[in-house]
T-cell receptor
C-alpha cells in the first residue's frame, strides 16, 4: 500500500471548516483513500473513502486531486466533538486487506 | 446501527497468565481483525481472519498469540503467557470483505493491563 503523509497537528475554531490534507504521491490505480478518526482511546471510526471522484456523506467531504496524489478531508462545521486523531489510509482493493494506521493528524477544535 | 462488541472492557492479569479477549463481529461480515494500541502509540495491525483461517498477520503476531472463531458469532484473541509489554488496548474489527469497499467497523476495545 502507498505511504501517506499528514501534518502532525492542526487547530480549528468551532463552527469553521476543518480541512485536513494528506499526501499519497505513490498511490496506484487500484488503491482507495480511506479516512478514519479516533476520539481519545475509543475504537477507530470510519469517516469516508474514495477512489477518484470527490465524495460526500453526512460526516464529511473527501476531495481527491485529479492526479490522485493528494486528498483533503473536509469537516464543514467542526464541533468540539470532532477533536480527534484523523488517519488517512491508502489501501489496495484486494478483498479483506487490513488497514495499516500511521500517526495521523491530531485535530484540536476549540471554542 | 450494527456494532462490534468486545468483552471484557478492562482486564488486569499477572505476567505469565493466559488471557482471552472476546469479540462479536457484525453478523454479515466475513473478515475479522485484531489490532492493538499501546498507550500513546499508534494503532497496530495484528491479524486478519477469513473462512476460519488467518489470512494476514503482522510481525507482532508471534507464537504467543492465537485467534479462533469457536462458534458462529464469537471471535477470540488468546495471549498464552502475558508479558508486561502486552499491556495495551486491543481492538477487534470486522468487514464485509468486498473488494474496494471493505469498510472496517471497530469495537470499543478491551484494555489489558499486565502486572
Amino acid at each position: 500500500d502507498a505511504k501517506t503523509t499528514q501534518p502532525t497537528s492542526m487547530d480549528c475554531a468551532e463552527g469553521r471548516a476543518a480541512n485536513l490534507p494528506c499526501n499519497h504521491s505513490t498511490i496506484s490505480g487500484n488503491e482507495y483513500v480511506y479516512w478514519y478518526r479516533q476520539i481519545h482511546s475509543q475504537g477507530p471510526q470510519y469517516i469516508i473513502h474514495g477512489l477518484k471522484n470527490n465524495e460526500t456523506n453526512e460526516m464529511a467531504s473527501l476531495i481527491i486531486t485529479e492526479d490522485r496524489k493528494s486528498s483533503t478531508l473536509i469537516l464543514p462545521h467542526a464541533t468540539l466533538r470532532d477533536t480527534a486523531v484523523y488517519y488517512c489510509i491508502v489501501r489496495g482493493n484486494q478483498a479483506g486487506t487490513a488497514l495499516i494506521f500511521g500517526k495521523g493528524t491530531t485535530l484540536s477544535v476549540s471554542s | 446501527e450494527p456494532e462490534v462488541t468486545q468483552t471484557p472492557s478492562h482486564q488486569v492479569t499477572q505476567m505469565g497468565q493466559e488471557v482471552i479477549l472476546r469479540c462479536v463481529p457484525i453478523s454479515n461480515h466475513l473478515y475479522f481483525y485484531w489490532y492493538r494500541q499501546i498507550l500513546g502509540q499508534k494503532v497496530e495491525f495484528l491479524v486478519s481472519f477469513y473462512n476460519n483461517e488467518i489470512s494476514e498477520k503482522s510481525e507482532i503476531f508471534d507464537d504467543q498469540f492465537s485467534v479462533e472463531r469457536p462458534d458462529g458469532s464469537n471471535f477470540t484473541l488468546k495471549i498464552r503467557s502475558t508479558k508486561l509489554e502486552d499491556s495495551a488496548m486491543y481492538f477487534c474489527a470486522s468487514g464485509t470483505g468486498m473488494s474496494g469497499a471493505n469498510v472496517l467497523t471497530f469495537g470499543a476495545g478491551s484494555r489489558l493491563t499486565v502486572l
